[in-house]
């Protein structure tokens, strides 16, 4: 398990989990990527985030969805026990989004 710095106070660690991982076109030497994650999902000690993976022609500006990826976050304590993360945020709107 990797394990890395989680932000939120209390959580020491995340636990990663790929739920899916669907590769659809090669990226080729010499291609720009670009890579956006999304928060799709909070739960009380998860955040699930969704991943694409667009791989753009230099030369011709084509752009592809090479890869999507889905992961599950878990944050963990000192011990390794899941602990809960802090609620999403919609900034725009300045309110707290259900879980």
Do not use: C
């Not at 994650?37 to 991943?51: L, M, P």
């Amino acid at each position: 398990m990797i394990k890395q710095s989680w932000p939120s106070e209390g959580a020491e660690h995340i636990g990663p989990g790929i739920i899916q991982i669907d590769f659809h076109v090669a990226v080729r030497q010499g291609q720009l990527v670009e890579t956006t994650g999304r928060i799709t999902a909070v739960g009380r000690a998860s955040i699930t985030v969704d991943v694409d993976l667009v791989a753009e022609d230099f030369l011709t500006g084509a752009r592809r969805l090479a890869t999507r990826g889905r992961f599950v976050l878990v944050a963990l304590d000192e011990h390794g026990a899941p602990t809960p993360v802090p609620p999403l945020t919609d900034f725009a709107a300045g309110t707290e989004v259900a879980r």
